[in-house]
Structures are given as C-alpha cells and as structure tokens.
C-alpha cells in the first residue's frame, strides 16, 4: 500500500493557502477595520505561494505515482466458520455499566471469553466484571491506550478473532456478528459511528466530535489511498489474531488517541481494512475519555494529527 505523505503535505499546504485567501477577502471587505499586524499576513503573495507549493506537491504525488504504480491490493477471501471470539473490554471506574456489558457480549454467538481490563479503577468495577462471568485483569500504566493495549494482548490468548470494546455499554454485544460478517474479507474491521440513523438521540457523539474524527479519518485515508475511513476514534473493533501478532509490539500510545495510532500501524503494515457503521447507545455513567470535553477532543485531535502527518 504506497504512503502518499507528499499528497498529504500537498492538501496540508492547500487548505492553508485557502485560509489566506479567506483570511485576504476578509481583509478587503472590512477594510481599515482590521489591525494593522493582520495586514502583512493577507497579502496575495503569501497565498500563492502556499497554493503552489501545495499543487505542485499534490502534482509530484500523482506522477510518482504514475511512472511507479503500487501494487493493488487483491480481494480477500477467507472464511473463519467457526470462529472462537475474545473480547478485550476496557474499563476504568465503570462499576455501573461493566455488569451489563460483560454479559452483553458473552451471550453472543461463537464468544470464547470477555478479558476485562481494570485501569486502575477505584470504584467497584473489579468486583462487578468478576459478577458478569467476565476474567478480570489489571492494568497498572494508567491510560486508555495502555488499556487498549492490555485488552488486546489479554483477548489474542483465548481467540483467533479479537475483539477490542469499551465496558460503558455503548455498543451493543449484538453488532458483533455485523464485524465477524466481514472478517472474511479483511484483517481488521472497525467501525464508525458516524451513521446517524443508528445512533440513539441521547449518544455522545456530538457535532464538535463528528466534525473531528471526519477530518482526521479523511487525513489519513489521503495518507493510505485505498481504504475508506470516516470515524479514527472509536473503540469497538475485530482483528484477526495473526493480524495483531503482526502489529501489537509497535503499538505504543498510551493516550486518547490509541485508536487513531492502531489503525495507522495496521495500514503501515499492510493490513486489509474495512470500516462498517454499528448502533451507538447513551453511555451508561460519566465519560472518563474525551467525551463532551471541547479541550479534550482538541489535545486528541492534535495528538492524531501529528500521528498522520509525522509519523
């Protein structure tokens, strides 16, 4: 799969040229009413300069391109009839929600086992993950990657297909066998929760982060051409084991933005990804990730984009 990074910087330097230039009409259309230090910044030459730069990168990538055409990608095919299913599920002072979301998932057709991930909660969510029939696991590197990172390598002891989930019930045990349905043509199915039609009114996702994950998943599907992406945040996912034997030692970010850095590694290395839209539910207790937090969502998204852009 060619990394199209120049193409990337090419759109980075376009989309600023473009600001310029809105940045300039403004300037023309209000006159003397803005400051003088704003002035020197719309000048109609600094915009051209990005826009150029910016074309003639997006240029260089499309005729690299051209003269050293990359291999397509071949149509994957490979069933798994009876596949034992672990779900890594994290969980960090979710004693209200991480009863129900254990069962939840292991009542589900072909689940081997449900992994929850302790993060150091300091509530009863230990006590409630043992109730559900769930094993209990803790992990000291406080975190949400950290977490993630645990609950993969946790679940790929007791499956050949992973599941990686959060323990806040807002996804539903139920759209497992949608991710599994795809399995057989991929190595990694995630999932967006981007469709509205399956979101219940009362969920998180709210415009600021709608807004945010578009962005960052269009960034860096310019980055990997050949895959289609529109949500990098989101938790729930399926990974073929042999698949995440491949990538779980360069996983690194211990941070909100694990799930942007997992799909990046994956597309790095090559894997088959498919995104499918799945039911997003009110989250049972308080969010303890970005959640509705504007300065959270910022620093994420920051954090994401300097991931597809740098590394």
């Known amino acids: 799969m060619k990394d199209h990074k120049i193409l990337l910087y090419g759109v980075h330097f376009l989309a600023i ?17 803005l400051p003088d230090v704003v002035q020197p910044v719309c000048a109609l030459r600094l915009t051209n300069i990005f826009f150029l730069l910016g074309t003639a990168l997006v240029a260089a990538d499309f ?6 055409p990359g291999k397509k990608k071949s149509l994957l095919f490979a069933p798994m009839p009876n596949p034992k299913i672990a779900v890594g599920m994290t969980a960090y002072n979710d004693e209200l929600s991480i009863g129900e979301a254990g069962r939840d998932f292991l009542r589900q057709e072909h689940v081997a086992g449900v992994v929850v991930v302790d993060n150091n909660s300091i ?7 043992l ?4 094993t209990v696991i803790k992990e000291s590197v406080q975190g949400y990657g950290a977490c993630c990172v645990r609950a993969l390598k946790e679940a790929m002891r007791l499956g050949d297909i992973v599941c990686l989930v959060e323990g806040d019930c807002t996804f539903s045990g139920s759209d497992l066998k949608k991710l599994t349905a795809y399995i057989e043509n991929a190595d990694m199915v995630v999932v967006t929760r981007t469709t509205r039609e399956l979101n219940t009114p009362d969920s998180q996702l709210n ?3 709608l807004l945010g994950n578009v962005l960052m998943s269009k960034l860096l599907q310019i980055r990997f051409w050949s895959v289609r992406l529109t949500d990098v945040g989101c938790t729930f996912r399926v990974i073929r084991k042999a698949a995440l034997e491949k990538i779980i030692d360069r996983l690194k970010v211990t941070g ?14 090559n894997l088959m990804v498919i995104e ?18 504007f300065f959270k969502a910022a620093i994420t998204a920051l954090n994401m984009w ?4 740098f590394r």
Do not use: W, Y
């Open 17 to 33: 040229a473009f600001v310029l230039f809105l940045i300039q009409v403004a300037g023309f259309v209000l006159g003397g009413l």
């Open 63 to 68: 005729l690299a391109g051209a003269m050293k």
């Open 123 to 129: 509530d009863r969510t230990v006590e409630e993950g």
């Open 131 to 134: 109730k559900s029939g769930a």
């Open 207 to 209: 415009a600021s982060i």
């Open 256 to 269: 909100n933005h694990f799930s942007c850095e997992m799909l990046l590694v994956a597309l790095e290395n």
């Open 276 to 293: 499918i839209p799945v039911t997003l539910k009110k989250r049972v207790g308080k969010s303890k990730g970005v959640g509705g937090n």
């Open 306 to 309: 300097r991931l597809i852009m």
